[in-house]
């Protein structure tokens, strides 16, 4: 299945690599903040190889709105997929009155986390202490619950988990803003796959400074940092290359753009 929207969390169920109990959770509705990936998942699923799971997003295709689904149908970035598959079960698209809402067209149920009252909340140490014991209790599900839904505080704790699907969940998250991202991108302790998300994302590489953290950064992938090399100004270009934790084929490029940019001025 191509898709017009695309997540991080998305791309790995495109790519089969997310387990049975994950992909219940995305057949019961639960799992996307989106009624793009929301749909996205369920028509994947709808084939899944999985009985129980086929079953379950039958169950839940059934309980969403026809009036409000044939609405957001009705939306020019719908993929034609999507429309075909609705179009063969007799539900067309229809104009609507008014823009659909990008919010699920089935309700996810409560958040995982806190609210959007506490994303603005600087935690105290000892809260942020509470928040990481209670976060590691979680198994892999409830953690992308609160992945996808919970406080600024516990994307930053589940941005550096291990399990891949937790922390591109982070980065699927409505919530998840340009500064957090710009923070991400910074960190050395975060799974290499964020790093790759980040740098392959035109939205988040538009930023400048995502582009010099992610490039002054020795854990970004070295394909990652390469590509980066020549938005650089040559102040961060000099500086890049006196860094002894960037790898070396990067450095060849900083050097061979510092080279460019001094023919250019002479």
């Given at each position: 299945m191509e898709s017009i929207y695309?997540?991080?969390l998305l791309d790995c169920f495109l790519r089969g690599e997310v387990a049975s109990d994950i992909r219940m959770m995305a057949a019961q509705g639960v799992l996307a903040l989106r009624a793009h990936e929301q749909l996205e998942l369920l028509v994947l699923l709808s084939s899944d190889a999985d009985p129980a799971i086929r079953e379950t997003t039958e169950a839940t295709l059934s309980r969403i709105p026809r009036e409000d689904l044939s609405r957001f149908l009705g939306r020019p970035d719908v993929s034609p997929e999507t429309a075909a598959?609705?179009?063969a079960r007799g539900i067309e698209p229809v104009p609507a009155d008014a823009p659909a809402t990008d919010g699920p067209l089935l309700d996810p149920g409560a958040s995982a986390g806190g609210g959007d009252d506490e994303d603005d909340v600087e935690p105290g140490e000892a809260r942020r202490l509470a928040t990481i014991q209670r976060l590691s209790r979680l198994g892999v599900p409830d953690k992308i619950k609160a992945a996808m839904r919970g406080t600024?505080?516990?994307r930053g704790i589940l941005i550096?988990?291990?399990n891949k699907l937790v922390s591109l969940a982070v980065l699927s998250s409505p919530k998840v803003n340009?500064?957090?991202i710009e923070s991400?991108?910074?960190m050395a302790n975060v799974p290499e796959d964020v790093l790759r998300v980040i740098g392959a994302s035109r939205a988040w590489?538009?930023?400048y400074t995502i582009v010099r953290s992610l490039a002054f950064n020795p854990k970004t992938p070295i394909a990652v940092a390469m590509t980066l090399v020549s938005r650089l100004v040559e102040k961060d270009l000099r500086l890049l290359s006196m860094d002894r934790n960037i790898?070396?084929?990067v450095k060849v490029l900083v050097r061979k753009a510092l080279q460019a940019s001094r023919s250019r001025r002479g």
């Open positions: 695309r997540t991080p598959f609705f179009a600024r505080e516990e550096r988990d291990p340009e500064r957090e991400y991108a910074k590489t538009k930023s790898a070396e084929p």
